[in-house]
């Protein structure tokens, strides 16, 4: 019996770095470089007719740096560029003398910054529990051409692993706060996007080897009003719900990781008008796949 002990526990710490929120057991450095695709399709919709369909899809790179301290607290910054992307504008029914156009979209998105710290106590001896903080600061205007956030983005959660050898159940509770953004549009004049916040989870329930991690990803949120305006038309809404799920492939040791990650995501709002006589819909989809090379030194 104690030497099944013996070998559980080696297989464990041998294949934590294939966990979710991993910290070494002393202060080191990270860092990450990752391809990304991108794909976002929204529709606006009055009497079950699409008057407005917007198609967004692009690829690009991220590089992220980062340093634990302690081996409790993790700080990092990321950066998104997209290398070339295309937007598409499509107008019909009570918007058709709006022109249809496709811009072509490159460049920064603001960088993000992020806070992660791991408590030492935990009632369960595999249970790994902490706070989660990131922040993106409004820098560069936004323009339908770029790909700026143009707005402050703030993220506070609650992350949780439970671990076995051969098993995890991860995920993380969190609020999340957008700012006031305002893009500069191809038509002309701006689109204004008021403050909204969102409250969600996400849960990882994984499969861990010694040199692989195969996780399901899923997890849904509510949102507060989602309301934007433009000289044209405005889409408002009274609260909504987002829904996601996708799957995530990880090889590697304690040094370094490769990562395959594919998410798909649905927002949903419940969209209301001045005339309520009319049937009005908003939703949007997006598809994101990610393969990320990771090194800890």
Do not use: C
């Not at 529990?129 to 959660?157: C, D, V, W």
């Not at 609020?175 to 701006?190: A, C, F, I, S």
């Not at 996400?202 to 997890?219: R, S």
């Not at 998410?263 to 939703?283: G, H, P």
Request: glycine content about 10%; cysteine-free; aromatic content about 18%.
């Amino acid at each position: 019996m104690k030497i099944l002990f013996v070998l559980l526990f080696v297989s464990v710490s041998a294949n934590a770095s294939l966990y979710n929120f991993y910290f070494p057991s002393e202060g080191k450095q990270q860092f990450s470089i990752s391809a990304f695709g991108y794909e976002e399709e929204r529709e606006f919709e009055r009497d079950s007719a699409v008057v407005e369909e917007l198609n967004y899809e692009g690829g690009g790179i991220k590089i992220g740096y980062g340093y634990f301290i302690k081996g409790k607290y993790f700080l990092g910054l990321e950066f998104d560029y997209l290398i070339k992307g295309e937007y598409q504008e499509r107008f019909s029914e009570d918007l058709e003398s709006l022109p249809d156009g496709t811009i072509n979209v490159h460049g920064f998105r603001e960088p993000t910054l992020i806070f992660r710290n791991y408590f030492e106590h935990s009632m369960d001896q595999h249970y790994f529990h902490g706070l989660h903080f990131t922040y993106n600061p409004k820098i560069f205007n936004a323009h339908q051409s770029n790909y700026a956030s143009g707005r402050h983005e703030a993220s506070l959660g609650y992350w949780f692993s439970y671990r076995r050898p051969s098993f995890e159940f991860a995920g993380e509770i969190y609020t999340k706060v957008y700012g006031r953004k305002r893009v500069d549009r191809r038509l002309g004049g701006q689109e204004i996007t008021g403050n909204f916040s969102e409250v969600g989870i996400d849960l990882k329930p994984g499969f861990i080897t010694k040199h692989f991690a195969f996780h399901l990803l899923g997890g849904t949120s509510n949102t507060t009003d989602y309301n934007t305006r433009n000289k044209d038309f405005a889409r408002l809404s009274d609260k909504g719900f987002t829904i996601y799920g996708g799957l995530s492939l990880t090889y590697g040791n304690p040094q370094f990781k490769i990562v395959l990650e594919s998410i798909a995501k649905s927002y949903v709002f419940n969209s209301i008008e001045e005339d309520l006589s009319r049937e009005v819909d908003f939703e949007y989809e997006t598809k994101y796949t990610t393969l990320k090379l990771e090194w800890l030194f």
